[in-house]
C-alpha cells in the first residue's frame, strides 16, 4: 500500500471537535483499484431502518466487517460482522499509522446515486464508549459530508469528501456534534465508504 502524504494534512478549527483531513491519503491509482474491487467484491445488503416509528429500506447499501464477536447497532439494526478480508486489513493498517487506535471493526457504505444518503447522526452508540476515534475512507464519486454542532446551530461546515481521502473525527466530536451525507439532485457516481471504529 502507498503511504499517505503528512504535509496534505488538514486540522478543522471546531469547537468541542477533534477533525483532521488527509485528501490524498490513497493516491488515485489505488483508489481506483479499491474502490472497483470492494464494488465487486463486498457482500452488499440493504436493511430495513426504524426511525420515528416509519420503517422503510435503508438508503444506501452496507456490509460490517471484523473482530469475532463484535456485532454493531443502530437504528435498530444489529450486524454481525464478516471476517476481515486482506484487503480491509491492509486499509485497516495503513490508517492506523496515522490515529494511534486499533480499530476492531468497519462498516462499509455503497452510496448508488444521489439518491442514497445517510441522515444527520453522530456515532455515539454505547458500544463505542466515550470519545470514540472514527477514521472515514472514501472510494468512487465525491460527495459532500455536512456537519453541525448540537448546541449552536451556527456552528457547521461542509466538506466535499474526495476519492482516496480519509477523514479522522475524535475527541468529543460525536458528543457536541453531528454530520450527515444528504441527497444531492445532480448526477452522481457511486461512492463507497468505509468508516473504521473500536467496538468495545
Not at 168 to 195: V, Y
Request: glycine residues 4%.
Amino acid at each position: 500500500m502507498k503511504s499517505f502524504f503528512p504535509s496534505d494534512k488538514i486540522v478543522f478549527d471546531l469547537p468541542d471537535a477533534t477533525i483532521s483531513y488527509y485528501p490524498n491519503f490513497f493516491d488515485t491509482e489505488e483508489a481506483d483499484k479499491i474502490f472497483m474491487e470492494l464494488l465487486e467484491t463486498t457482500p452488499w445488503q440493504q436493511d430495513n431502518i426504524t426511525l420515528f416509528g416509519k420503517t422503510h429500506p435503508q438508503p444506501r447499501l452496507t456490509a460490517l466487517y471484523g473482530n469475532d464477536g463484535k456485532s454493531y447497532s443502530y437504528s435498530n439494526i444489529t450486524m454481525q460482522p464478516h471476517p476481515w478480508n486482506i484487503l480491509l486489513q491492509k486499509i485497516k493498517f495503513q490508517i492506523e499509522t496515522v490515529c494511534q487506535t486499533t480499530f476492531t471493526t468497519v462498516l462499509l457504505n455503497l452510496y448508488r446515486d444521489g439518491k442514497d444518503s445517510n441522515g444527520l447522526h453522530a456515532d455515539n452508540e454505547k458500544e463505542l464508549g466515550i470519545n470514540p476515534a472514527i477514521a472515514s475512507v472514501s472510494f468512487g464519486a465525491e460527495r459532500a459530508f455536512h456537519l453541525q454542532h448540537n448546541l449552536d446551530k451556527n456552528e457547521k461546515m461542509k466538506l466535499i469528501l474526495e476519492h482516496g481521502s480519509l477523514l479522522l473525527m475524535e475527541g468529543t466530536t460525536q458528543q457536541f456534534w453531528k454530520h450527515q451525507i444528504p441527497k444531492t439532485a445532480k448526477p452522481t457516481n457511486p461512492r463507497i465508504n468505509l468508516t473504521f471504529r473500536v467496538i468495545k
